[in-house]
């Protein structure tokens, strides 16, 4: 979230208390939706491409190895 364009002058700066509020629930909505596409995009790949699917799953090598 503080990484969100808009947090630092509508949020972390923002006394007014209603209006930062305000922007607080606008940039989790907005940092919460942009996560969700890339998780849903994510899943699109693994559920249509075997190849990729296949080396998302090489990171059972990578996890065995620590």
Do not use: C, G
């Not at 509508?10 to 629930?25: G, H, V, W």
């Not at 919460?32 to 990729?52: A, C, N, V, W």
């Not at 296949?54 to 996890?63: G, I």
């Amino acid at each position: 979230m503080r990484s969100h364009p808009d947090f630092k002058e509508k949020y972390s700066e923002n006394t007014d208390s209603q209006n930062r509020e305000i922007a607080f629930l606008k940039i989790f909505d907005d940092v919460m939706s942009k996560q969700r596409k890339i998780e849903l995009d994510l899943y699109k790949m693994i559920t249509k491409d075997e190849s990729f699917k296949v080396a998302m799953q090489a990171l059972k090598r990578l996890l065995s190895a620590s």
